[in-house]
């Protein structure tokens, strides 16, 4: 069964920095890992991926401000946020998709607010 973790989350004011990091737990066999949000109210949007075959993609709102990365044994994905801005303010989720299906983490919660 596997499992994902985020922690990392926090409160931060406009302009600052956040790493959040997920643990990976199981047999994972992750195609794809990525980061998402939800602010309230509103859909939850991919904010970043990361595919095992290589390679990465952000959201154009992201771009140049985010990393995704992930440790060699993908036990760990990270997601490095910088010049945070107020409206950036959600719970992010970790999420992957492989052979083993679908999963999702409990989210963290991340506050962008002066």
């Known amino acids: 069964q596997v499992q994902l973790m985020e922690s990392g989350g926090g409160s931060v004011e406009p302009g600052g920095s956040l790493t959040l990091s997920c643990a990976v737990s199981?047999?994972?066999?992750?195609?794809?890992m990525a980061w998402y949000r939800q602010a309230p109210g509103k859909r939850r949007e991919l904010v970043a991926s990361?595919?095992?075959?290589?390679?990465?993609d952000y959201a154009d709102s992201v771009r140049g401000r985010f990393t995704i990365s992930r440790d060699s044994n993908a036990e760990m994905i990270y997601l490095q946020m910088t010049n945070l801005a107020v409206a950036e303010s959600a719970v992010y989720y970790c999420?992957?998709?492989?052979?083993?299906?679908?999963?999702w983490g409990q989210g963290t919660q991340v506050t962008v607010s002066l």
């Open positions: 999420y992957s998709d492989g052979a083993n299906g679908i999963h």
């Open positions: 199981g047999s994972n066999s992750a195609l794809v």
């Open positions: 990361s595919w095992t075959s290589g390679g990465e």
